[in-house]
């Protein structure tokens, strides 16, 4: 996959996605089990955040571009009982995917990441979206017992989304200037930058690479599958399950950065 998801693609995988996370759910045996990723909440109150998070954007979808702020929702009771929450949890999907079909890709929506690289669009909140449910997903299916890798064109769509919604900002780095690549196995690679101007990832031509051909080396470089590497950023997996070059300090200082937008 050498370009961004389509918006048929992103709405196909949030759905399937999400009855994974149904799936996941249905399979544990108890839904007051801690989440081992998320240890404030049980299995039951990841549930409920994704039903009442999916609800949340489809309200903020449907107000439009003059929207100047998330949608408030009077959240309901979400049902505890396995096949009402399943259908809670079903119907909120279908909310956020309606909502998101009516809009098309291109309309303009409130989002909370500023000035990052990700648009404020209906198909950027839909990109976004798709890796929440995914990652939350990883989170059920740990919890069930059943951990499994994001799927391959989520994962290698996802971590480019982290980068350009997560960490891109303009808000001046206040330490050493430098670069984190990020190497997936599958053979796709990002430079995420940061100095005075703030941070900002590209994507490096990996034939360059293949041929030692790349950019001056980074001050640090992490190598993985696209899951792991995604996995990683999130911090759902440790630092010894990817591979890590040079400086790994480098990446505390990145969790500790509170930039100033």
């Excluded at 101007?197 to 980074?218: C, Q, V």
């Amino acid at each position: 996959m050498d370009e961004t998801l389509e918006f048929p693609d992103l709405l196909r995988l949030i759905d399937e996605r999400s009855a994974a996370f149904r799936a996941a759910v249905a399979a544990a045996p108890d839904l007051d089990l801690q989440v081992p990723t998320c240890p404030e909440w049980t299995l039951f109150d990841l549930a409920q955040h994704l039903s009442d998070g999916r609800r949340a954007w489809a309200a903020t979808i449907a107000a439009g571009p003059a929207a100047t702020a998330k949608a408030a929702l009077q959240n309901d009771p979400v049902p505890r009982e396995r096949e009402a929450l399943s259908a809670n949890l079903a119907a909120s999907t279908q909310q956020l995917l309606d909502a998101l079909r009516e809009a098309g890709p291109d309309r303009g929506c409130w989002t909370w990441w500023g000035a990052s690289q990700s648009p404020p669009t209906c198909g950027a909140v839909a990109r976004h979206q798709l890796q929440q449910i995914a990652v939350h997903t990883y989170d059920a299916q740990l919890t069930a017992g059943a951990p499994r890798p994001l799927p391959d064109e989520v994962a290698l769509d996802g971590l480019e989304e982290f980068l350009f919604t997560c960490c891109a900002t303009t808000s001046a780095w206040p330490h050493k200037p430098t670069a984190f690549d990020f190497h997936t196995t599958e053979g796709r690679s990002w430079r995420f930058t940061v100095d005075g101007d703030g941070a900002r990832s590209t994507r490096l031509p990996t034939p360059a690479i293949a041929a030692g051909e790349g950019p001056e080396p980074a001050g640090v470089s992490v190598h993985g599958t696209a899951s792991e590497l995604v996995l990683f950023m999130y911090d759902r997996i440790p630092a010894d399950a990817v591979r890590i070059d040079g400086d790994a300090g480098l990446f505390d200082l990145l969790r500790d950065w509170e930039p100033e937008e």
